[in-house]
């Protein structure tokens, strides 16, 4: 009874928990709102800001609640720890040198699951899917992400301890920081004053570097040398570099590796037959200067990214695959929900696009695929929602987009971004560069369009525009191509007399027009981009959470339940005891597994063999081989399977072909305790 009214209040918090985090999403949308008015009045932004600090004190206090109602629930972070970096899954890098915040190295274990996990991603995706792999260069010349907006997009300012080691800090938080503590230490300060410094605090990400100096010298804000910080100066979350020994060309690592598929759009095309849609593909490092690197894997200045770039005709952005995931059921927490119930829905692909709430086939099938990919490594899928972006997160260009959220010990944390790009990204290297960034459709029947037929003036266009006629022409004869693409330049040459191409200010003396119809065979376009993004670390960290647990009957004893496909090692082969044909036995079968390609673990310690099994344990090998005193009789083994703990015996001959097996797919643990005769053995 005591349990059934733990699960039911459990249950009535879960539903208080939704609502609030609804009216917080709804909250923080509106605060983001207030803050991109600039004719908004602060003290309505600070009403806005409060309100929501206190929505989030609401829903800390329920969800302390809620775990109360069920410890058994609540996740040992400290246990977890101690183990990954016992059993060298993940490091500090540099670790006797002090370290360094945010970078890890991946010791033996998480290296061969990571190994693992992209080998199944990329059959999963590039082989299935047919996508065209690249491996381009993690140094990207400045003039590339200039254009693609990350040069002015990934700015904050800084400020640094004139003293000492010269430590930067972020200038706004610093100011933050400040007037809280000075709040929180002045509990009778007056309302008036009170609400002044929180005007300051709200305005803080907002000031220009000499308006943030005079704030921190104002407020008293001193480095840890006990002197004032030097003046604010901007910083960019890139790393930046010189690329040769002139040092002349700037250069940054890449923040991430959609660009150089971006640009390398004609070749892939070329490489495809041109045929429409297709691809692109890239799995590899990224790099960002993170301010306060922090949560382990999940925030860090190097990580490893896989990106895939599906190229589609906007008009049409169906899937010819859709079909085969369309009853595949997904958990999506879309923008009205978001801000309405709180309560994720649970339904199919094919009502989740045919209703409107994801807007097309092709971010709809990747969704699928992603799920699917999440549910083949072993991810907890009670763990997994989609979370759409609100309106005032979405970007100008974008169409819609769907976070994969895994939730682990620090919450809810996206880890694959969906995006619909549309034609953003190939049309802004497309003008920058002066490159046609185009696919062609080829019509089964001609088709009448309305273009613009074009007179130009030449010299007049030679004596405005001299060397770069002939570039103002092209780009005028480009958007006469297609009448609704000039008929807004043909307007305000009517209007204004003027207007403005590519930066080169037209006249309505250089040109003249006419509105006309031609048959045509084929229609060029610029292709939308859909967008998986993987964050492969951050899927890294939620697998080894969503794996790990420790043994009922023993809560010290810990287990890494991965699946066989993903698991460091496939197999540990043990003998029970040191003798000389015990261990021949051993190493025979080790090398038929590794034959087999199945990575393997010998432990031919003289530590007891429930403490040999509990190490296999702790690193997630799925299954051990044991050679005993019988096999030297009759040629079996026994075959234990890691969750279960059940053990089988089988001839040793048909080890490798068992196990490799497993990994595969092909072969379950029902399927192998029906075929041969479950053994007991004792662990102690």
């Known amino acids: 009874m005591a349990s059934s009214n733990a699960t039911e209040g459990s249950a009535a918090l879960q539903d208080e928990l939704d609502a609030l985090n609804a009216k917080i999403t709804k909250q923080g949308s509106r605060v983001r709102e207030l803050k991109k008015?600039?004719?908004?009045n602060v003290d309505e932004i600070s009403s806005a800001v409060n309100a929501l600090k206190l929505l989030k004190l609401d829903a800390?206090?329920?969800?302390?609640?809620?775990?109360?109602?069920?410890?058994?629930?609540?996740?040992?972070?400290?246990?977890?720890?101690?183990?990954?970096l016992r059993k060298m899954f993940i490091v500090p890098s540099f670790e006797i040198h002090g370290g360094v915040k945010g970078l890890f190295d991946l010791g033996p274990p998480a290296c061969a699951v990571k190994a693992s996990m992209v080998d199944v991603w990329r059959k999963h995706f590039v082989l299935a899917e047919s996508m065209l792999e690249m491996e381009c260069t993690c140094l990207t010349p400045e003039v590339v992400l200039k254009t693609s907006g990350h040069v002015d997009r990934f700015t904050d300012l800084m400020v640094k301890d004139p003293e000492g080691d010269r430590e930067c800090f972020r200038a706004d938080k610093l100011l933050e920081d400040a007037i809280e503590e000075l709040i929180e230490a002045n509990p009778d300060m007056p309302t008036s004053e009170k609400e002044e410094h929180m005007r300051v605090q709200i305005q803080a990400d907002a000031f220009s570097p000499a308006e943030l100096d005079e704030q921190l010298l104002k407020y008293g804000c001193k480095a840890p040398s006990g002197q004032p910080y030097g003046p604010?100066?901007?910083?960019?979350?890139?790393?930046?570099t010189s690329i040769g020994p002139e040092g002349t060309a700037v250069g940054f690592l890449r923040p991430e590796t959609a660009q150089g598929l971006f640009v390398n759009f004609r070749r892939l095309l070329d490489a495809n037959a041109q045929k429409m849609p297709f691809a692109a593909a890239q799995i590899g490092l990224g790099f960002r200067n993170e301010i306060a690197p922090r949560s382990g894997l999940l925030r860090v200045r190097e990580f490893c990214m896989g990106e895939i770039e599906h190229f589609v005709n906007p008009e049409d952005k169906s899937h010819p695959k859709f079909a085969s995931v369309a009853f595949k059921e997904l958990v999506l927490f879309g923008r009205e929900d978001q801000?309405?119930?709180?309560?994720?829905?649970?339904?199919?692909?094919?009502?989740?696009?045919?209703?409107?709430?994801?807007?097309?086939?092709?971010?709809?099938?990747?969704?699928?695929?992603?799920?699917?990919?999440?549910?083949?490594?072993?991810?907890?899928?009670?763990?997994?929602?989609?979370?759409?972006?609100?309106?005032?997160?979405?970007?100008?260009?974008?169409?819609?987009?769907?976070?994969?959220?895994?939730?682990?010990?620090?919450?809810?944390?996206?880890c694959v971004g969906h995006a619909?790009?549309?034609?953003?990204?190939?049309?802004?290297?497309?003008?920058?560069?002066?490159?046609?960034?185009?696919?062609?459709?080829?019509?089964?029947?001609?088709?009448?369009?309305?273009?613009a037929k074009l007179k130009f003036d030449?010299?007049?266009?030679?004596?405005?525009?001299?060397?770069?006629?002939?570039?103002?022409?092209?780009?005028?004869?480009?958007?006469?191509?297609?009448?609704s693409d000039f008929e807004p330049i043909a307007t305000a040459l009517e209007t204004e007399g003027k207007t403005t191409v590519d930066g080169f200010e037209i006249t309505k003396e250089?040109?003249?027009?006419?509105?006309?119809?031609?048959?045509?065979?084929?229609?060029?376009?610029?292709?939308?981009?859909?967008?998986?993004?993987?964050?492969?670390?951050?899927?890294?960290?939620?697998?080894?959470?969503?794996?790990?647990?420790?043994?009922?009957?023993?809560?010290?004893?810990?287990?890494?339940?991965?699946?066989?496909?993903?698991?460091?090692?496939?197999?540990?082969?043990?003998?029970?005891?040191?003798?000389?044909?015990?261990?021949?036995?051993?190493?025979?079968?080790?090398?038929?597994l590794m034959e087999s390609d199945l990575a393997t673990r010998v432990d031919k310690s003289t530590a007891a063999l429930g403490r040999r099994y509990a190490r296999a344990d702790e690193v997630g090998v799925p299954f051990a081989v044991t050679v005993d005193f019988v096999t030297l009789t009759d040629g079996t083994v026994t075959l234990r399977d890691?969750?279960?703990?059940?053990?089988?015996?089988?001839?040793?001959?048909?080890?490798?072909?068992?196990?490799?097996?497993?990994?595969?797919?092909?072969?379950?643990?029902?399927?192998?305790?029906?075929?041969?005769?479950?053994?007991?053995?004792?662990e102690d």
């Not at 008015?37 to 908004?40: F, G, I, P, Y």
């Not at 209703?355 to 971010?363: I, R």
Request: hydrophobic share 40%; proline share 4%.
């Open 642 to 682: 890691r969750d279960s703990m059940a053990q089988i015996r089988l001839p040793k001959a048909d080890v490798a072909r068992v196990v490799f097996d497993f990994v595969h797919g092909r072969f379950t643990w029902e399927e192998a305790t029906a075929k041969y005769p479950v053994v007991q053995v004792k």
């Open 420 to 451: 619909d790009r549309a034609c953003y990204d190939l049309h802004v290297h497309g003008k920058a560069t002066k490159t046609p960034m185009l696919a062609t459709l080829k019509l089964d029947e001609p088709r009448e369009i309305e273009v």
């Open 339 to 414: 801000l309405g119930s709180g309560k994720t829905k649970t339904i199919t692909v094919g009502e989740a696009v045919s209703s409107g709430l994801v807007n097309n086939e092709t971010l709809a099938y990747f969704m699928a695929r992603t799920q699917l990919f999440m549910e083949k490594i072993g991810m907890d899928s009670s763990r997994l929602r989609y979370r759409q972006h609100l309106t005032t997160e979405m970007a100008h260009y974008a169409t819609d987009c769907w976070d994969l959220e895994i939730h682990s010990s620090y919450g809810w944390v996206e």
């Open 232 to 240: 604010s100066f901007p910083f960019n979350l890139m790393f930046k």
């Open 60 to 84: 800390e206090s329920l969800r302390v609640k809620k775990e109360a109602l069920d410890p058994t629930a609540q996740f040992n972070r400290k246990v977890f720890d101690e183990m990954i």
């Open 510 to 592: 250089m040109v003249t027009w006419k509105k006309t119809s031609k048959m045509v065979h084929e229609i060029k376009f610029t292709p939308s981009v859909i967008e998986p993004s993987f964050g492969m670390g951050r899927i890294l960290y939620s697998l080894l959470e969503h794996c790990f647990y420790q043994r009922d009957a023993d809560e010290q004893r810990c287990v890494m339940r991965f699946k066989p496909a993903v698991a460091p090692q496939k197999c540990a082969v043990l003998p029970i005891s040191s003798g000389v044909e015990v261990n021949a036995v051993v190493d025979e079968i080790a090398a038929e």
């Open 458 to 483: 030449r010299k007049s266009l030679g004596k405005s525009f001299k060397a770069n006629q002939r570039v103002v022409a092209s780009a005028l004869e480009a958007l006469a191509e297609n009448w």
């Open 37 to 40: 008015a600039s004719s908004t």
